[in-house]
Every structure is written in structure tokens, then in C-alpha cells.
Nanobody, 115 residues
Framework: QVQLVESGGGLVQAGGSLRLSCVAS????????MGWYRQTPGNERELVARITVGGTTDYADSAKGRFTISRDNTKNTVYLQMTSLKPEDTGVYYCTAGTWGFRHWGQGTQVTVSS
């Protein structure tokens, strides 16, 4: 059974930083692309960042220059380092994994950025 467990969310002031972590189990981590999505009330989940098996990264325009996604295949973990946080970054952040498209999802971690 695949499990993705996120951690690291919380309340932070605008301009602050957070690092999200996602530990994966039940899958072969190093053959899965990984990603982070964000969802706000009334809206669909939107891609924040993703990283391929080979380490190629891709970011939403809103995240470029402020967020960094990385993976540690020895720890089955993907990270999202978020800096210069803004109130509009607030939302539930979901970790996702997949080999052909994102199939597996974590339960999410809340990030709240106060102004």
C-alpha cells in the first residue's frame, strides 16, 4: 500500500520560510516522479513544483525563484523549500507521486502565511 506522509506545514509570517517534507513508502521511490500541489477552498489543486526521476524540476510561475523542490532517494523523501512566503501561498499542500502521471496522493499539510 502506497503511503505519502507530509510534514512541515504551519503558520508563518509573510517573508518567512518553511520546508515541507514528504516520506513515501510502498513504492519504488527512485522510479517515481514527485510533486507538490496546493489547494485552497473552492479551488482545484494546482501544481506548485515537480521533480522527475532524473532530477529535472518544474515550477508554477508563482513559485519560481522562491521555492525549491528536491528529492533524496536514499530517504524516500521529497522536499519543498519555500522562502519569501506570501499570504497567497496559503493552502493545503499535497505530495504526489507517479510513474505515468501522478497517481498517489498524501493527505496534505496546511500552510498559512499571515500578512
Amino acid at each position: 500500500q502506497v503511503q505519502l506522509v507530509e510534514s512541515g506545514g504551519g503558520l508563518v509570517q509573510a517573508g518567512g520560510s518553511l520546508r515541507l517534507s514528504c516520506v513515501a513508502s510502498g513504492l519504488t521511490f527512485n522510479v517515481n516522479a514527485m510533486g507538490w500541489y496546493r489547494q485552497t477552498p473552492g479551488n482545484e489543486r494546482e501544481l506548485v513544483a515537480r521533480i522527475t526521476v532524473g532530477g529535472t524540476t518544474d515550477y508554477a510561475d508563482s513559485a519560481k525563484g522562491r521555492f525549491t523542490i528536491s528529492r533524496d532517494n536514499t530517504k524516500n523523501t521529497v522536499y519543498l523549500q519555500m522562502t519569501s512566503l506570501k499570504p497567497e501561498d496559503t493552502g493545503v499542500y499535497y505530495c504526489t507521486a507517479g510513474t505515468w502521471g501522478f497517481r498517489h496522493w498524501g493527505q496534505g499539510t496546511q500552510v498559512t502565511v499571515s500578512s
